[in-house]
Each structure stands twice: as structure tokens, then as C-alpha cells.
């Protein structure tokens, strides 16, 4: 079960995290989790570079080491990264000490300050501590955790592309913080929507950046 638009109720339950950006101009956030992936991460980035479009990367801190010349294009085309742990480690099933250690072990290749948990599940004594630690790459520095206001479904083997694609167009409004994933499994349906996506929105005026707080 998941959420495709996120309730207000889950935003209030946990203020400090980042559902939407606040923002006066007409822009969207669309991240991608997972990566950086052999197949997905090129086409997210021919893509993105088509409508000259930014984007911010939730990268696994294992796929970053097999794929590195993929992280480093990433960069170097001006999108944003972020943690998202070593492992892929669920927060809900996992010690404290075990999550921040692989949280840290990440940030050794992904040097930034944002940080989104996997499958978004994380304690609240979780959050404590990473919002207060100091990252080991730049001193006094405290994650900003990252959620999302619209989750595509691009993973939900049981939906098809149409209704990804749906999910976004139906639910995304000004300042939204749209989810995709550059992985295998989700493959096919983020290849349909993503430049639908793209295409809608451009055509409506809206600018597509990179998290940057």
C-alpha cells in the first residue's frame, strides 16, 4: 500500500521534514531514487537535458561505487544528489546505530546534505539524529530529509504506464516534489511517463529544478 499523493495529516505528523517547496514561480522537483543504474540513469539524463530540465538524484551509495562515471555525469550536468543510504536499508527494520552507520558510509561518496529515507520509513529517533549529526564531508552540517508530495507508482508492478503517468499529471501542482526511480524495475513505466511528464508541464509554463535548501 502506498500513498500517491501525500495527505496533509502525514506532513503535520512530521514538520520537519521537506513534503513541497515553498516557491512563488511555477516550478516542480522531480527526484529519482535508487541509482545510478546502467539502462535508467542515460535515459533520465538524455531526457531531462531535452527539455532542459534539473533534477535531483537519491543515489544508493553501492550503485554510486559500480557506477561511478554515470554519479560523475550526473554532476557535471547540474543536477542535484542526495543520500540515500548505503544498502537501501529500511529504517522501520533496522538498529539505529546499523541505519546512521549506513547512512554514513554513503555520504563518503555522496557528498550532500540531503538525504531521503528508503521506502520513506524511518523512526522518529532517526530522524533526531540525522538531522543533528554532523556529516563526516563538511563539518556542521545536518541532513535535510527529503519526502515527497507525489509518488509516480513507476514501481508498482501491478499498475501500468498510463496510470503512472496519471498519477503525476493528476496530482503534481506548484512546488511539487514528484518521485521516479532510475532502476530496473521501474524501467519501463518511468521510460513512458517521464517525458510525458516533461512535455505537460513545460507546455504549461512550468520550470523544472534541482533541491536546493
Known amino acids: 500500500m502506498y500513498l500517491v499523493s501525500t495527505p496533509r495529516f502525514l506532513r503535520a505528523l512530521y514538520p520537519t521534514l521537506v513534503w513541497q517547496i515553498d516557491t512563488q514561480d511555477k516550478s516542480l522537483y522531480l527526484t529519482f531514487d535508487d541509482g545510478p543504474h546502467e539502462t535508467a540513469t542515460p535515459f533520465v539524463l538524455d531526457t531531462l537535458k531535452q527539455f532542459d530540465a534539473k533534477a535531483t538524484f537519491f543515489c544508493i551509495g553501492k550503485n554510486v561505487y559500480q557506477q561511478k562515471p554515470l554519479f560523475e555525469r550526473i554532476l557535471a550536468e547540474g543536477h542535484a544528489v542526495g543520500n540515500h543510504t548505503q544498502n537501501h536499508a529500511n529504517g522501520w527494520d533496522t538498529n539505529n546505530y546499523y541505519y546512521i552507520k549506513d547512512v554514513q558510509l554513503a555520504?563518503?561518496?555522496?557528498?550532500?546534505?540531503?538525504?531521503?529515507?528508503?521506502?520513506?520509513?524511518?523512526?522518529?529517533?532517526?530522524?533526531?539524529?540525522?538531522?543533528?549529526?554532523?556529516?563526516?564531508?563538511?563539518e556542521n552540517s545536518a541532513f535535510k530529509i527529503i519526502m515527497w508530495s507525489v509518488l509516480s507508482g513507476d514501481f508498482d508492478q501491478k499498475i501500468s504506464k498510463e496510470k503512472c503517468l496519471k498519477n503525476v499529471l493528476k496530482n503534481t501542482e506548484n512546488g511539487s516534489i514528484i518521485v521516479f526511480h532510475d532502476s530496473a524495475k521501474a524501467f519501463e513505466k518511468m521510460k513512458y511517463a517521464l517525458p510525458k511528464t516533461l512535455e505537460h508541464f513545460s507546455k504549461e509554463g512550468f520550470q523544472f529544478k534541482a533541491i536546493n535548501i
Open 107 to 138: 555520504s563518503e561518496m555522496i557528498h550532500s546534505n540531503l538525504f531521503r529515507p528508503p521506502y520513506g520509513r524511518i523512526k522518529r529517533s532517526q530522524i533526531k539524529e540525522l538531522q543533528n549529526s554532523d556529516a563526516d564531508y563538511e
